[in-house]
């Protein structure tokens, strides 16, 4: 059984809800054709908008150390499980992909095989290495889904060697600063070639993605912790449901979105939509130990039908 981490589950539902509001966001500009940015366009673009999807690449990293460490201990070959597990992904994958082609299940199941499962054989100074040049190359592409491999490594490098956590106040500091000046030289630039560079959006998202992780974990050190946790945590827990359900939701309620050609209605949705996965995340994990296609994913994984239903519970 994989040891839950209620911190990395409280940062995953964060970054659902930011892929909720911008998956909502891009499909409904997709929709109108690429109208005139207005307002929320500039809002979603420099704060939403490549700042969570980085977040979740960082957690699968995460994830796949804690899931190898956990098979370790119930087979003798944890890789061929893992395999198996990223296979199973790929079909979600490609099965989402014909629904919305672009979507990021396909390609981190590609890259969780051919990049993350032959890395876990170094030691996590190189991973943590590699993570960083293959991140690099990436930003300098002017980032997208080749950013990937690369946060995948860190994220396994830093799930092998945990940093202090007094360094999270000067990280959220530090990287507040950073985003905030790439996000603004970003603007800048769009209107200036002189001082255009491709890699600055997705540098600034990278940056932004940080202050948001570490200000999130610094909130988790205060009163408010018991809020979040409430809050956020079922829905990082219900993850895999929580996104693929969301698109089916989203595409057909796109005659509703494309007709405010303001796009708050699709920001209001969005967050609707949001708190129907919280209230069903958390009704469902009061009895069920994995969300419905969290367990679906582990039971194929594990070839077996794996047990569900909390002791205690009634059908």
Not at 56 to 71: H, I, M, Q, Y
Not at 128 to 149: D, E, K
Not at 248 to 276: E, K, N, Q, Y
């Amino acid at each position: 059984m994989t040891r839950r981490l209620p911190d990395l589950d409280v940062l995953r539902g964060f970054a659902v809800c930011g892929i909720m509001v911008v998956n909502t966001w891009q499909l409904t500009r997709g929709r109108l054709g690429g109208p005139e940015r207005n307002t929320v366009d500039l809002w979603v673009e420099n704060l939403l908008q490549g700042r969570f999807y980085p977040i979740f690449s960082f957690l699968f990293g995460l994830s796949f150390v804690l899931f190898l460490n956990s098979a370790a201990g119930r087979t003798r070959a944890p890789r061929i499980v893992l395999l198996r597990r990223l296979a199973v992904l790929t079909v979600i994958g490609a099965l989402h992909w014909l629904v919305n082609s672009g979507e990021v299940l396909l390609p981190y199941a590609l890259s969780g095989a051919l990049v993350l499962l032959p890395a876990s054989f170094l030691s996590p100074p190189a991973m943590a290495v590699l993570g960083l040049v293959l991140t690099g190359y990436a930003v300098h592409q002017g980032g997208g889904v080749v950013l990937i491999p690369g946060l995948f490594l860190l994220g396994a490098a830093v799930m092998e060697r945990p940093p202090s956590g007094r360094l999270l106040l000067p990280v959220f500091l530090f990287s507040a600063v950073l985003g905030t000046a790439l996000t603004a030289l970003w603007m800048i630039g769009s209107g200036n070639y002189s001082l255009y560079y491709r890699g600055t959006y997705p540098a600034a998202g990278l940056a932004t993605a940080t202050a948001y992780c570490t200000g999130v974990l610094l909130l988790l050190r205060t009163r408010a912790r018991g809020a979040l946790t409430a809050v956020l945590a079922p829905l990082g827990r219900t993850a895999l449901t929580s996104y693929l359900v969301s698109t089916p939701v989203i595409l057909m309620s796109l005659p509703l979105l494309t007709a405010d050609p303001t796009r708050v209605t699709g920001l209001v949705f969005a967050l609707a939509v949001l708190v129907v996965q919280i209230l069903f995340s958390r009704a469902w994990l009061a009895r069920f130990r994995y969300g419905p296609l969290e367990w679906v994913w582990r039971s194929l994984t594990w070839m077996e039908r794996v047990p569900n239903r909390r002791i205690g519970s009634h059908p």
